[in-house]
């Protein structure tokens, strides 16, 4: 077989994210937003857009309580140019991704089986289009990226590796390690212009960090990394074991890559160019959303190593059944989905936290100052609540975030700070849907004689509008509301 034509390679790209993306969202109970972190990019990218600088709250402080520049950039143009964001950014995940499957079937033989094998793992789908993240847009630049440095394709590195620098953290790994390939391929000579637009970004990155907000890195960093390294490992081992074992396809296309990188197979450089996306979820313990977040952007190099080696692989075996095995994995891909990606909640805490902000907004309309509002997941609720919102698991506020403490427990919620709450002493507090997972990430604080003494759990109603919360006495009180015995 030939390899496809760009414009073909486009189009059937294109068709099968578009096909695959439509059936993630049907499966996943066809949200109209993405999920609450999504939410968390809206906000910035509002405050941006309307003219506050990278704030939280309207007149805060300046954090970097998102992981991606680049993503806050792009929100911030759709929310300052469309009526209605999540489709214009669902659009454009859909082309991000359509591109790099496009970029990947150009550089194979084998179309059919490639897009067999994309189509196998429905959590890509989710994660890199209808999550509304930075998914889908990481995931273009590190195939491209990848398949730059594979084919010594000097200038094309050098032009993806700011926007590499621009879009995550963990591109210092990837630009690093994208710069020793290319010195240990093609020569150090050749390294030198990628090390020098690699160093000058990640520069001037750091020192606009250093100047605007304070900090060498974005603020989710330490509210959610844990600094004992060991337990990160054997955590990230898990996540890695755990995405392996979560989809057939998945497993084989780790087993391909492992055999690609023991016997120098055509996609060496390929697989060894990806290897900092699988080793960095280890280092950091992996991730608490369902369905391997991390590894998603992968997927499409994945999927590449796989079917340039399938026919070495299948002549050892029988034709027939050779040819059935990609329809068996697209069929057990999608089969296990529904049961296993643990996504579909993810979407309805972003809708309950933009219909709870929707009700704080109603029912304190009327007062002179907004209340402050704390939260656990803090994306969906400040999206839609006009007054202070503070985020108890430190992500957007540094107080918290930089507060001493062990930063351990459940994975990336681990911010909070008893000192800082009652430092903060907020008018509410919402509670989750889960008072077990209340109780872990707030460190017990509901059972404490002192929270007890200071709040109360009610249903409040005001203006034709109820929210079950933890209010302040001292706020009722100002409202004229009787405080519980």
């Excluded at 009526?83 to 790099?100: E, I, R």
Aim: glycine share 10%; proline share 5%; charged share 15%.
């Amino acid at each position: 077989m030939t390899k496809m034509k760009p414009i073909q390679a486009a189009f059937f790209g294109l068709l099968t994210v578009l096909l695959g993306g439509a059936l993630v969202w049907w499966l996943l109970g066809r949200p109209a937003t993405g999920i609450d972190d999504a939410d968390i990019f809206l906000v910035y990218a509002r405050n941006f857009a309307e003219g506050h600088g990278f704030v939280y709250n309207v007149g805060g402080e300046r954090v970097e309580g998102f992981t991606s520049m680049l993503w806050t950039l792009i929100c911030s143009v759709f929310w300052h140019t469309c009526a209605s964001v999540p489709v214009p950014l669902l659009l454009l995940n859909v082309l991000f991704c359509g591109a790099a499957a496009a970029a990947c079937l150009r550089r194979t033989e084998r179309p059919v089986l490639y897009l067999a094998l994309l189509g196998a793992s429905p959590a890509w789908f989710a994660w890199c289009q209808t999550t509304l993240m930075e998914s889908g847009l990481w995931c273009l630049l590190v195939t491209l990226l990848v398949l730059a440095v594979a084919e010594r394709r000097t200038v094309a590195v050098c032009l993806l590796l700011p926007l590499l620098v621009l879009t995550r953290p963990e591109s210092i790994a990837w630009g690093a390690w994208a710069c020793l390939i290319l010195a240990f391929s093609k020569g150090w000579k050749s390294a030198l212009w990628p090390a020098a637009v690699f160093g000058a970004s990640l520069l001037a990155l750091v020192g606009f960090r250093l100047s605007y907000f304070g900090y060498p890195v974005p603020n989710t960093y330490y509210a959610k990394v844990s600094p004992d390294l060991f337990s990160n490992i054997w955590s990230g081992l898990g996540y890695l074991f755990g995405y392996a074992f979560s989809n057939p396809a998945a497993l084989l296309a780790l087993l391909f890559l492992c055999v690609v990188l023991a016997r120098r197979g055509p996609g060496f450089w390929v697989a060894l160019a990806l290897l900092p996306g699988l080793g960095i979820p280890v280092l950091v313990g992996g991730d608490h959303f369902g369905a391997y977040r991390f590894f998603q952007p992968l997927w499409p190099l994945l999927c590449l190593l796989v079917a340039r080696e399938w026919l070495q692989w299948s002549s050892n075996f029988c034709p027939r059944v050779m040819k059935t095995v990609p329809v068996v994995l697209l069929a057990v891909g999608w089969l296990l989905f529904p049961a296993t990606a643990n996504l579909e909640h993810e979407f309805r805490i972003a809708r309950e936290g933009r219909a709870n902000g929707e009700a704080l907004t109603a029912m304190f309309s009327d007062l002179a100052d907004w209340p402050t509002v704390a939260v656990i997941t803090a994306g969906g609720s400040k999206l839609a609540y006009a007054g202070t919102v503070q985020d108890l698991m430190g992500l957007n506020s540094t107080e918290m975030a930089h507060a001493p403490g062990p930063h351990t427990g459940f994975k990336n919620h681990t911010g909070f700070s008893k000192v800082v709450f009652y430092r903060w002493m907020p008018d509410v507090l919402l509670c989750g849907d889960s008072a077990e997972f209340d109780a872990l990430v707030l460190q017990g604080l509901h059972s404490e004689p002192r929270f007890m003494e200071r709040y109360e759990k009610r249903a409040l109603r005001r203006n034709g509008r109820e929210l079950d919360a933890y209010y302040r006495r001292g706020f009722l009180a100002g409202l004229g509301i009787q405080a519980k015995e």
